[in-house]
């Protein structure tokens, strides 16, 4: 059966952008990068919203490999596996303002309806995701989040775009954890009503 999960990489405190729109705090190093691309392997399909699609759009067009010639390790192994997984999904769009969408796999949804993303999980044949804090806060609202997978980046931004909606109540059973050397703490809960 697929979940839907909500993936977010935030600051300590809580945010995934800071107050001055940066973000570039929580790119993850090789090492998390390599857990975040096993932990989508079975992601089939992702929900986005605006925003999210313009940042995510350049994996659409990231070469996906192959792996050096010279029987060196390829640098870019990581990245090259997560553009493989990420073209290789179906997308959805959430946006009232978007014109169009011009990634393949991909189609534009106006408006976010509860009961049409229940359907699209309960149908799936493999998992989705859910990516953006804005479109989340939707989900998480309508008690469609299955799992959350946080990763805790070590610092404090002190305000900016909240990971997780204030207005939303939420009981959670603790699965998983990790701690990676750079510091960041990764933790999966899963929505227990």
Same mark, same amino acid.
């Given at each position: 059966?697929? !979940?839907?999960?909500?993936?977010?990489?935030?600051?300590?405190?809580?945010?995934?952008?800071?107050?001055?729109?940066?973000?570039?705090?929580?790119?993850?190093?090789?090492?998390?990068?390599?857990?975040?691309?096993?932990?989508?392997?079975?992601?089939?399909?992702?929900?986005?919203?605006?925003?999210?699609?313009?940042?995510?759009?350049?994996?659409?067009?990231?070469?996906?490999?192959?792996?050096?010639?010279?029987?060196?390790?390829?640098?870019?192994?990581?990245?090259?596996?997560?553009?493989?997984?990420?073209?290789?999904?179906?997308?959805?769009?959430?946006?009232?303002?978007?014109?169009?969408?011009?990634?393949? !796999?991909?189609?534009?949804?106006?408006?976010?309806?509860?009961?049409?993303?229940?359907?699209?999980?309960?149908?799936?044949?493999?998992?989705?995701?859910?990516?953006?804090?804005?479109?989340?806060?939707?989900?998480?609202?309508?008690?469609?989040?299955? &799992?959350?997978?946080?990763?805790?980046?070590?610092?404090?931004?002190?305000?900016?775009?909240?990971?997780?909606?204030?207005?939303?109540?939420?009981?959670? &059973?603790? !699965?998983?954890?990790?701690?990676?050397?750079?510091?960041?703490?990764?933790?999966?809960?899963?929505?227990?009503?």
């Amino acid at each position: 059966m697929a !979940r839907l999960a909500y993936t977010t990489i935030a600051s300590l405190d809580g945010y995934v952008v800071d107050a001055s729109g940066d973000f570039s705090w929580s790119a993850p190093d090789e090492e998390v990068h390599t857990f975040i691309n096993e932990l989508e392997r079975p992601t089939g399909t992702y929900l986005l919203g605006r925003r999210m699609y313009e940042v995510m759009s350049v994996w659409e067009t990231m070469p996906t490999g192959p792996p050096t010639s010279d029987g060196q390790p390829d640098p870019d192994a990581v990245t090259h596996d997560f553009a493989r997984l990420w073209q290789a999904a179906d997308k959805v769009v959430y946006s009232s303002t978007l014109a169009s969408v011009t990634a393949p !796999r991909t189609r534009l949804e106006r408006e976010f309806d509860p009961a049409a993303v229940r359907s699209l999980v309960a149908s799936a044949q493999r998992n989705v995701s859910i990516g953006g804090p804005t479109l989340a806060s939707h989900a998480i609202r309508a008690g469609l989040v299955d &799992e959350y997978h946080l990763f805790l980046t070590p610092i404090v931004v002190g305000g900016g775009v909240r990971s997780l909606p204030d207005d939303a109540r939420v009981t959670l &059973e603790l !699965r998983d954890e990790r701690r990676f050397s750079s510091g960041v703490v990764y933790l999966r809960y899963q929505a227990t009503g």
